[in-house]
């Protein structure tokens, strides 16, 4: 070992040897692993070490799909084998909902180029005779299910790395770390110590203790799981090929082929967690003890759908641990607030996701950009509320529990919750509010007043709630709504240099004071890293509004562009709270609530001030995401509930209704406008998207200005478009396959009912040429093909004269 590296990885498991390996492929050579123990010694040895490249995140199925295709080039590039079997995997449907669903799924994974196909039920037990056909419907196959020896992978990511030159050191533990002035870190290690530019915490079980060293407290936990493995099964012994992989998601078991018997799996439903606070450090190579009595209900249901299991004796079990964040993705990036200081950890699927993430973090720490839009990934998309014992207990539970259960689009889980609620969260469920959850933060999704029994069927239809909505998207077409705005993100920046440096961040002009603006950042690669709201309240002060599950991803971004001094971001997300008025009324409900002159020519559109509405001091923004005249009303937090008193109490005499998440989706559809995580993400471009004319191309330098304009000159490969689609009962809900005959054209971003307007609408990104040859179009909905075109204006208040009045 070196007494200086550029880089040390912390952990010599699947996720750090892929990292080495990555970063060594960049050409950086001058970088350790360092390994407390033996490379696999963590979660890895006892892996499945199982693969797919199924997920529901289009941008991870898509690494997923990375990380399979790179085995074969390791392997050839260490000499070790990697032990690679991939007969594909069905997924089984047993239930009517389910085969809908897979149908459903099997046309968003055309989208991602998979080639899942759906199989009936006599395929599947052809390709499969160890499944009893009782109850199955059919399947989805994956062609890209598989598994690797988990032992010859890390060696084989070790071995490629060190034959480029980076070093791997064994059975040294790292103690403990502390940042130089220089921004390198100290490191101390049982082998001495050592500085490193940068730090990646590859610790996998051990990734809490880790981040302690630094005072980093990871949402994630370990948590127990456990697989069987047969002796030989006849029906195996005599097939020459290898049996695909199965996954009964009604049963909560996996199973694939090992030699010729087969290990199975279990998601139970009463899982366990196991040491939360990570592995103690002399944890060996050890198995837990098997908790059979726990998990029999599933292991049940699994004998039941591969009976000869019953007939085969166990050759072995295994209990063993692995680390779980609240949405089960990892955990992977620069951790904000702490220089140079790098994680990849939570990876439960480190055998789908382990390649991918050594690629992602070494384009990061080379590039300085991940190179693909990982937010589903990113350390940054978790605050500190996540890392609550309680809270990740619960909504690691939940994940796990909830493995194979169908998720549907409408449906709200109550893990963890309520945590964060507005001042007026009981004044609104006492007005029949039903809430969602963001980041932590109550949100209602819409109201049904009067009646207190009413739930939700979760379901890929338009929901009972749908009466709801449509009542709640009339009040505010004919006279208002009012919407909390509790799930939106507010940073103040001041200080003298505090416009001169949100002009060199965002990509338009800024507002002139009194002003409102939208303002998109873009990345230097050109890619969008936010749709900001900026509102000048003074010559050096302003006022930005974003989503506010990206708090912690926007302010690392902020402070990473900081200038030395002077200018101040203060975030205010929890201490302004406040709601959207939208609607024709909006105005006179403000009116009567306030001295200020709220008249258009006083406060036209996209005008702002600071005045009194009601009892609060208010910053009042006339925006609005409906297309309506509307107002976000912002006030300190402590306010929010005398606010909501002053606008239901006059509000109610103009028919205005307290509206939901649902409504407000209705109506930003029916005049075409996209939302943040939907229609503008990482992936896409200013161009792309239709926020390229609220660029200022001729003021001077502005970050991801040269990406902008050379993307200008050639024109972007997809646009956005909206989209009226044939579909009586139902509507697209995202990553949906955009169709031109039988090509794939564009894939849909978001997509619900227009409850104003009558037809079902989508936004979708659709290649240009398309665009400007108009076809006919199709789109699956709940996996059936309906006809689809695209409107050449919003239905609704095309030329925007509503909101402007
Ligand atoms: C029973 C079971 C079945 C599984 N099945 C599958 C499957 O089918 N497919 C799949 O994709 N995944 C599966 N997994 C999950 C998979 O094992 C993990 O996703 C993966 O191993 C995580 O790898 P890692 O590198 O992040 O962590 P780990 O494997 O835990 O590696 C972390 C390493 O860091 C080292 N370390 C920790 N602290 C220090 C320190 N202070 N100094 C130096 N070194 C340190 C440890 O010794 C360890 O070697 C399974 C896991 C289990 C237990």
């Given at each position: 070992m070196k007494s200086h590296y550029r880089v040390v990885v912390i952990g010599g498991g699947i996720v750090g040897t892929s990292i080495l390996y990555h970063l060594a492929r960049r050409g950086w050579t001058d970088i350790a692993l360092i390994e407390r123990a033996e490379l696999t010694a963590g979660s890895t040895w006892h892996a499945a070490a199982g693969f797919h490249a199924l997920n529901d995140d289009p941008n991870i199925a898509a690494l997923q799909s990375y990380t399979i295709n790179l085995y074969k080039q390791i392997e050839a590039e260490s000499g070790q084998s990697v032990g690679m079997h991939m007969p594909g995997g069905y997924s089984l449907a047993t239930t009517p909902a389910r085969w809908e669903w897979l149908q459903a799924e099997c046309a968003v994974y055309q989208t991602l180029g998979i080639g899942a196909r759906l199989a009936t039920a006599e395929e599947i037990v052809a390709d499969c005779p160890i499944v009893d056909p009782a109850g199955l419907l059919g399947g989805l196959f994956d062609p890209h299910e598989g598994a690797v020896d988990p032992h010859g992978t890390t060696h084989a990511f070790a071995l490629a790395a060190r034959k480029r030159g980076a070093d791997v050191v064994l059975r040294n533990r790292v103690l403990g770390m502390t940042a130089q002035p220089g921004g390198q870190w100290r490191l101390e290690s049982e082998h001495g110590p050592v500085t490193a530019e940068h730090v990646i915490n590859a610790a996998g079980l051990w990734a809490r203790r880790v981040g302690r060293m630094v005072g980093l407290d990871l949402p994630l936990t370990p948590m127990q799981h456990h697989y069987l493995v047969t002796e030989d099964l006849p029906a195996l012994v005599a097939r020459k090929d290898e049996m695909p992989c199965v996954t009964d998601l009604e049963g909560f078991t996996y199973l694939q082929q090992e030699r010729k018997g087969v290990l199975l799996g279990v998601y139970e439903r009463n899982p366990r967690h196991w040491k939360t606070e990570g592995a103690e450090w002399d944890y060996g190579m050890d198995l837990l003890p098997e908790d059979i009595e726990r998990i029999s209900p599933e292991l049940a249901i699994g004998f039941q759908r591969f009976p000869s299991l019953l007939e085969a004796g166990i050759r072995k079990w295994v209990n063993g641990a692995f680390t779980f964040t609240p949405d089960g993705n990892p955990l992977v990036g620069p951790v904000p607030g702490l220089r140079n200081y790098w994680c990849a950890n939570g990876c439960m699927s480190g055998f789908s996701q382990g390649g991918a993430i050594g690629k992602v973090l070494a384009d990061w720490i080379v590039d300085g950009d991940p190179g693909a839009d990982i937010f589903g990934m990113?350390?940054?998309?978790?605050?500190?509320?996540?890392?609550n014992d309680r809270y990740l207990r619960e909504t690691t539970a939940q994940f796990y529990a909830r493995r194979f259960v169908i998720a549907y689009p409408n449906e709200e889980l109550p893990a963890g919750r309520p945590l964060k609620m507005t001042p007026s969260y009981d004044a609104q469920q006492a007005a029949g509010a039903r809430f969602g959850v963001v980041w932590g933060m109550e949100s209602p999704q819409f109201f049904a007043p009067g009646e207190p029994d009413f739930v939700e069927e979760p379901t890929l239809r338009r929901s009972n709630a749908q009466r709801f909505i449509a009542a709640e998207v009339a009040a505010t077409r004919a006279a208002a709504g009012l919407l909390d705005t509790g799930v939106y993100a507010r940073y103040e920046v001041s200080g003298p240099g505090a416009e001169r440096w949100l002009d060199g961040l965002l990509a338009s002009t800024l507002p002139a004071l009194g002003r409102v603006r939208l303002a998109p950042m873009l990345s230097p690669s050109g890619k969008l890293m936010g749709d900001l709201t900026v509102t000048r309240l003074a010559p050096e002060r302003f006022w930005l509004v974003g989503s506010y599950y990206l708090q912690q991803w926007h302010l690392r971004w902020f402070n990473d562009h900081l200038p030395p001094s002077g200018v101040r971001i203060d975030n205010l997300s929890e201490s302004w709270l406040g709601f959207s008025l939208s609607g024709p009324r909006s105005r006179d409900i403000l009116a009567r609530l306030t001295n200020a002159d709220v008249s258009s020519a006083a406060l036209p559109f996209m005008g702002a001030g600071a005045f009194d509405v009601g009892m609060t001091r208010a910053i009042v923004a006339r925006v609005s995401l409906t297309g309506e005249l509307g107002y976000e009303i912002t006030v300190p937090a402590a306010q929010q509930r005398a606010l909501w008193d002053a606008l239901t109490g006059i509000g109610r005499e103009y028919g205005m209704r307290p509206i939901g998440m649902r409504a407000q989706d209705s109506l930003r559809l029916e005049k075409g406008y996209g939302v943040w995580s939907l229609e503008f993400a990482q992936s896409y471009t200013a161009a792309m998207c239709g926020l390229e004319r609220y660029i200022a191309f001729d003021k001077g330098e502005f970050i991801g200005r040269a990406a902008a304009l050379a993307e200008r000159a050639a024109g972007p490969a997809q646009r956005l478009v909206l989209l009226e689609v044939d579909s009586a009962d139902a509507d697209v809900s995202g990553f949906e396959p955009v169709m031109a005959q039988d090509r794939r054209v564009g894939f849909v971003t978001s997509g619900c009912y227009g409850?104003?307007?009558?037809r079902s609408l989508a936004l979708a990104y659709v290649d240009a040429d398309i665009v400007a040859k108009s076809p006919g179009l199709a789109v699956p909905v709940v996996g059936v093909s309906r006809p689809a075109r695209m409107l050449a204006q919003p239905p609704y208040d095309p030329l925007g004269l509503k909101a402007r009045s």
């Open positions: 990113d350390v940054a998309r978790y605050g500190s509320f996540a890392s409850h104003h307007v009558r």
